[in-house]
């Protein structure tokens, strides 16, 4: 047996047994002082403990040291009846707490039940009661934000569990308090009633058998009733104090002599107001001058003490922040983290901060975050985060876009104008600032307020600065998004696939793909504004040609083939003729002989003078499209499609090329040339 279930056995027997033994009053002394001071230790123990549950046991020594001190209580009595001698600590109670005097001895005792009885524990009972309807109310929010915090992945398996057992610990310890609240109250009920009854039976006592004169009975009986009395209430006063220091338990883990000082001591305007009161008051009344005058001037030291304290503690603080900031530049991570670049970035100067600041009016964040939304749904592909900074070293009206930290294309705006677009019809010309719109590099003017209405009423189309920074952003975007198309991007778009299409994406990646393969062909097909939002067509193409060819542009070309309808409905409009351009089967084949294939890919081998000639005549039949206001669209057959293609970017960055596998079959054409060479 462990010496700790010893004591505790004894503790609790030695209860029982003084209820049914008498015990001399020399060993009832120790136990009196024995029970003081382990109220002592309780009380002591509830105001220093950081949290309610480091007092968890506390209903079950609240039932055990009730138990005891009743006990001393009932053994205390019969000493008292039977001899008239309780002992020294009794009888020192009744008369030096009391005075020597009956009176005084009553009042203080009848003062001590009723601060126990009506403020302590009334208090402390109530103050249980809600706290354990609250906490046991709050339950299952606590678990559901555990549970939260869990599948976030912000605490672990032990962290939640930890969480869990602290959290039914705390409802079940309040649950408790709430009963053991009663232990308290029925403890100072019995003892008034074991006050009174020590009082009558130890005047019947001393008059019946001793032969007592009943003044001498009721001196003699009633100290040492209020000595006994006393001897056990300040004990209880000390434990049903303990009880409310817990339930009243504001913070969970704070030490509560901090706390007080802090919440009180810690503005020096209050203790000069309380100082400079108190002082007002001893001069101007008939108080006390000196008692009065002497606090005031206490409290007004002790609030410069603690300005004075405050100021130094802020000095302190900014010397570490400083230090802090210092050590901070110093450190290898911040160099690494100036390494970073950000995929996508807009600088404008100080006069385009207006259309930025949400303050001001400005609504050019709102139209990055419907860029990312418009791209999304038109290419289905993520646009990464569109980075916005100011910088005081552009023109005040300029700005920059850059791709991965590269300056890619500018524009200047006029603040207060609006940029005014002739679409050709225009008969009536309007005067203003010339200027090129941008994005396409269009002609156009800049007019003022004043001019909008007149610009728009002839035909002309009119746009604002924010407007024509987004439409730059948008198309600057859209050209290089199959730059900005990472493998982590692809990653993120497998596994939304694969929510819905498991067995595709379990068969596809990475048995027959890995996820490098699968961007190159996503970077193929965004490359030329293909739109990739039809990812499980395009994943169901890769998984039936990847087992002949793992040649990445061919592969573009099975998955082009496979999203013909969508090729179609973007150049070909359903209803309408469209103009193109073909190619010389001639010069298809001229092309198709001057294939090389290699380990890293296939590559062209064809005369610069042939190449020459084919680009000469691009450009004619090109113009002819233009000249009809139609896209410049060349079609031609599968196999040499991507090999035109690449022919031709260098020269030629808006050129649509189409394969015949490529169009739906109830588009019409019409064929207004051929490239020959």
């Given amino acids: 047996m462990k010496k700790s279930d010893l004591v505790l056995g004894l503790y609790i027997m030695a209860a029982i047994v003084f209820l049914i033994v008498p015990i001399p009053s020399f060993i009832l002394d120790i136990l009196l002082a024995l029970n003081i001071a382990t109220a002592m230790v309780i009380l002591f123990n509830a105001l220093f403990s950081r949290e309610a549950l480091n007092m968890s046991s506390f209903p079950t020594v609240l039932l055990f040291t009730t138990i005891f001190r009743i006990s001393l209580n009932v053994s205390s009595t019969k000493l008292i009846l039977s001899s008239g001698e309780p002992g020294n600590v009794v009888e020192t109670f009744g008369k030096f707490v009391g005075g020597g005097d009956l009176v005084i001895g009553v009042v203080v005792f009848m003062i001590l039940i009723l601060v126990q009885f009506m403020v302590i524990n009334k208090g402390s009972e109530r103050v249980a009661e809600v706290t354990a309807r609250f906490t046991l109310d709050a339950m299952p929010g606590k678990q559901m934000a555990i549970d939260a915090d869990l599948n976030t992945g912000a605490i672990t398996d032990a962290e939640a569990k930890e969480r869990r057992q602290k959290l039914q610990d705390e409802s079940a310890f309040f649950g408790a308090m709430d009963g053991a609240t009663k232990y308290v109250k029925g403890d100072a009920t019995a003892g008034l009633i074991i006050t009174a009854v020590n009082i009558v039976g130890g005047i019947i006592m001393g008059v019946v058998r001793l032969g007592m004169p009943i003044a001498d009975a009721l001196e003699k009986y009633t100290i040492l009733t209020i000595g006994d009395g006393l001897v056990s209430q300040i004990p209880s006063i000390m434990i049903s104090l303990a009880t409310g220091l817990l339930v009243t338990k504001v913070s969970k883990e704070a030490d509560i002599s901090d706390i007080l000082v802090k919440q009180l001591f810690s503005i020096p305007k209050v203790l000069y107001m309380v100082g400079g009161a108190l002082i007002f008051l001893g001069i101007t009344t008939p108080l006390n001058v000196v008692v009065f005058c002497a606090y005031g001037v206490v409290f007004i030291i002790c609030g410069r003490m603690i300005n004075a304290k405050i100021e130094e503690s802020n000095i302190e603080e900014e010397v570490a922040a400083t230090e802090d900031n210092a050590d901070e530049i110093r450190k290898p991570e911040n160099v690494t983290s100036l390494l970073q670049v950000d995929p996508i970035e807009l600088e ?112 002309y189309t009119v746009v604002d600065p924010p407007s024509i920074i987004a439409t730059h952003l948008t198309e600057v975007v859209k050209s290089n998004l199959s730059e900005l198309l990472s493998r982590q991007d692809v990653q993120n778009l497998i596994n939304n696939v694969k929510e819905a299409n498991e067995t595709l994406i379990t068969e596809l990646v990475p048995k027959q793909l890995g996820v ?145 596998s490529e169009i739906e079959s109830n588009v019409e054409l019409q064929s207004v040339g051929m490239v020959t060479a």
């Fill in 348 to 459: 404008f100067g100080y006069g385009i901060i207006p259309l930025a600041d949400v303050n001001q009016g400005g609504d050019l964040l709102d139209r990055v975050v419907m860029i990312r939304r418009q791209i999304a749904l038109e290419l289905g592909c993520v646009v990464p985060i569109i980075r916005l900074r100011d910088n005081i070293q552009l023109n005040p009206n300029q700005y920059v876009i850059k791709i991965k930290g590269i300056p890619v294309s500018d524009g200047e705006i006029l603040f207060d104008h609006y940029m005014a677009m002739n679409p050709g019809y225009v008969e009536e010309e309007i005067t203003g600032i010339p200027t090129f719109e941008p994005s396409f590099h269009l002609p156009a003017i800049w007019i003022t307020e004043n001019q909008r209405e007149r610009a728009e009423s002839l035909g």
């Fill in 516 to 660: 490098g393969e699968i961007q190159k062909v996503l970077q193929n097909l965004l490359h030329e504004g293909i739109s990739i939002r039809d990812l499980v067509t395009i994943f169901e193409t890769l998984a039936d040609n990847a087992p002949v060819t793992r040649d990445t542009d061919v592969l573009t070309e099975y998955v082009r083939q496979s999203l013909k309808r969508a090729i179609s409905n973007k150049y070909f409009p359903n209803g309408e003729t469209t103009s193109v351009v073909t190619l010389d089967p001639q010069v298809e084949q001229e092309i198709m002989g001057s294939v090389k294939q290699t380990e890293q890919g296939a590559y062209l081998t064809l005369d610069p003078e042939k190449t020459q000639g084919i680009m000469n005549s691009v450009k004619e039949e090109v113009a002819k499209l233009e000249n009809l206001g139609r896209n410049p669209i060349v079609i031609t057959s599968p196999i040499v499609r991507m090999y035109f293609k690449k022919l031709t970017s260098d020269y030629f960055k808006d050129l649509v090329v189409v394969s015949y």
